[in-house]
């Protein structure tokens, strides 16, 4: 009970709250929205999916690298003032409170909704009828039974490699002659390329039937002659955290050392085990002591529950069901850009800069200026850095067209983003090939900057049209995430990018921007200058103020920068989605700071950085959170709103963000989240009113 309090104790006091924990905190805020009673089922239902993904990253990065640090005697000590195997812990213990809850949500939440929303998920085969066990046979011993492979261990046989994230069955068995009882522990993998469902669509009901019950009535197919003493579902999640090595030549070994390190992520250790209750005993023993773990790395599933929630999607997506997710309104044109797609795109950016707000307006204008450029006889080049693509991207197909059309086209495609490595090099192989000059990656740092350039010959002269954004160049998640990105031909934005693409490609290293602010260079010393002005203003009586709306609050030094100027009177109010690792209202600490979550329809993914400046705002945009990898370890860039129409749009943005009472939690000194009450007031839904903006609300807008 002393450790319990000491380790109580160092988090409270800790005037900075620990990273992992913060995230902890934002992924209940995602639960909630499976639990929000005006939500319809399938839209619960896809944000329980969303957490279990959530928690499955979190597993494979954030456990996975406190992993790192314990399996090689690396010291580490978390913002919380814990060192990493107590930190280890408390971690594990509220992933599992997390787990519980996750589990209720489904089994007493969700699943009673399912027969009067016209589905269900049978486990029991019994309750089918006897034609649809005759179709579930059919089925197992055509597709399933061909794919599955009992793998034995025992003095014969090597502990097989078990998939990350796969649905695995532990089978102990035994000899019938063997009177000793020597159990054998065999296992039997899921096929990972069949639907977690088989699915009966009937007139007015549609039965899903999990493949692991398919599986579990069969499997005695598998072990013929033997007696089968336990039949075991469980499934792993493995260590996928790792880093490159540092490197000063990008050739193409380069792209094998991505490619052998992905591997790692298939046999990395095992940081977590999920298995449905009433497991043997015997055979957990077994796996617990093969990957070095214990049982705070174990995680029950009630009988009635399902492993791995991620499977949900297929409910979510059925053809049935599409409808019964409510619709997103279309998006409107920008502000600025009432005429859009019944104007030349080269030449509405001439006369002025166009802020796009997504999924509120559609990405379509950039798409529109890229395939244009892509055809245009004047174009001469196109620059663009790519980080996460579509699927079926246009954008890599208007790169392939400028290509073929003799363009000068340089992509720097960033292999070490995660998860997307592997459709990286693909498509970055695909645009090498048709001539396109790709970089992969510059040296050890990955870059997440979103930048777009276009050098197009207009007459005499060269016009140069940019493009820099919070968000990715990807056509789908731009109907999901909200981003800002800015369109323009002002010469200043023009040389500042076109420097920085001279950094990425070449060998480059520009003494000053006019515009933009980037890291590795001196992103924190700058946005530190900035919040240090504002104190100074505040000490010396004149207006301050400073509004930020970011994804992740992290870097101790901003945080402490921070902290500075709300004890000299700066009014302080930040928009952080996920990780805040700064303790807002403490007594003589950070009392003028206020921190809101927002969380809803969309994923909140902007970045805008606002300060008073004695009411002449500086207002930057781009694609940095303050973490401590944005500015050591990324290439990032914020660009300075320098447009009068574009300051007043981030303003708004940020006065609509203060002024939502919908999808708004207020942080705590102790660092839970309460939903805002939002009283007597008028609802206010960012998700709903950003659709409505017109110019005139943005001529009256004011922040501080």
Request: with cysteine; aromatic share 10%; proline share 4%.
């Amino acid at each position: 009970m002393l450790v319990k309090d000491r380790v109580s104790s160092s988090i409270a006091t800790s005037d900075f709250i620990s990273r992992d924990l913060s995230w902890m905190k934002f992924n209940y805020r995602v639960l909630d929205q499976a639990k929000k009673p005006s939500r319809k089922i399938f839209e619960k239902l896809k944000f329980l999916a969303i957490t279990s993904s959530n928690l499955d990253e979190f597993f494979m990065i954030r456990i996975g690298s406190l992993y790192n640090y314990i399996d090689y005697g690396k010291e580490r000590v978390d913002y919380s003032g814990l060192r990493e195997k107590p930190f280890r812990k408390k971690l594990l213990q509220e992933t599992q409170q997390f787990f519980q809850e996750q589990n209720r949500c489904y089994t007493e939440d969700l699943l009673p909704q399912f027969g009067k929303n016209h589905f269900s998920i049978v486990k029991d085969l019994t309750q089918l009828s006897e034609k649809q066990r005759k179709l579930l046979e059919e089925y197992f011993n055509l597709t399933i039974y061909p794919m599955l492979t009992p793998m034995t261990y025992d003095s014969y046989h090597a502990f097989p490699t078990l998939m990350n994230r796969l649905l695995v069955f532990g089978v102990v068995t035994r000899e019938p002659e063997d009177k000793k009882d020597n159990k054998k522990l065999s296992f039997v993998q899921i096929p990972q390329n069949l639907p977690r469902f088989y699915e009966f669509d009937e007139e007015d009901h549609v039965t899903f039937v999990p493949i692991e019950e398919m599986v579990r009535a069969y499997i005695h197919r598998l072990f013929r002659n033997i007696n089968i003493q336990s039949v075991n579902l469980f499934r792993i999640t493995r260590n996928g955290d790792f880093t490159l090595d540092e490197s000063d030549d990008l050739e193409s070994s380069f792209v094998e050392e991505v490619r052998r390190k992905l591997k790692t992520r298939k046999t990395g250790r095992v940081v977590r085990i999920e298995a449905e209750s009433g497991y043997s005993s015997w055979m957990m023993r077994k796996l617990i002591n093969r990957w070095n773990i214990d049982k705070d790395n174990l995680f029950e599933v009630d009988p009635n529950g399902l492993l791995d929630f991620t499977s949900l999607w297929q409910i979510v997506k059925h053809h049935d069901f599409r409808n019964r997710i409510p619709k997103t309104p279309p998006p409107v044109p920008p502000v600025t850009y009432p005429e859009m797609g019944n104007e030349n795109i080269f030449e509405v950016l001439k006369h002025r800069d166009i802020l796009l707000h997504h999924p509120y307006n559609d990405i379509e204008p950039l798409l529109d200026l890229i395939e244009k450029s892509a055809e245009d006889p004047d174009v001469l080049a196109i620059k663009l850095t790519i980080y996460r693509l579509a699927s079926e991207s246009r954008i890599t197909a208007a790169l392939l067209k400028a290509a073929e059309n003799g363009k000068h086209v340089s992509v720097l495609f960033e292999l070490k983003a995660r998860f997307d490595e592997e459709n990286n090099m693909r498509e970055a192989q695909r645009l090498q090939k048709a001539g396109c000059f790709v970089i992969y990656g510059v040296s050890s740092i990955k870059t997440h900057t979103k930048l777009l350039l276009v050098v197009r010959k207009d007459g005499k002269k060269v016009t140069r049209y940019v493009h820099m954004s919070s968000g990715n160049y990807n056509e789908q998640t731009a109907k999901l995430y909200t981003d800002l990105g800015l369109l323009s031909t002002n010469e200043v934005y023009a040389h500042d990018v076109s420097e920085f693409f001279n950094v990425i490609t070449g060998h480059s290293s520009p003494t000053d921007y006019q515009y933009l602010i980037t890291a590795p260079r001196d992103m924190r010393e700058q946005l530190i200058l900035l919040i240090r002005h504002e104190a100074e203003n505040a000490k010396k009586g004149l207006s301050s103020g400073i509004a930020i709306k970011i994804n992740s609050l992290e870097d101790r030094e901003v945080i402490s920068e921070l902290y500075t100027a709300s004890q000299m009177g700066v009014p302080i109010q930040l928009i952080v989605r996920g990780i805040c690792c700064l303790r807002p209202g403490r007594p003589e600490l950070s009392e003028n700071i206020t921190v809101r979550s927002i969380v809803g329809d969309f994923l909140e993914h902007s970045r805008i950085y606002y300060f008073h400046n004695n009411d002449e705002p500086k207002i930057y945009s781009g694609s940095a959170d303050v973490m401590v990898r944005s500015f050591d370890r990324r290439l990032e860039s914020l660009f300075l709103a320098a447009d009068l129409t574009v300051k007043k749009q981030a303003m708004n943005i940020l006065s609509y963000n203060l002024r939502d009472n919908m999808n708004t939690y207020l942080m705590q000194e102790d660092g839970s989240y309460q939903l805002i009450d939002r009283g007597e007031s008028s609802p206010f839904d960012i998700h709903k009113e950003f659709f409505r903006v017109t110019l005139d609300e943005l001529k009256k807008v004011k922040l501080f």
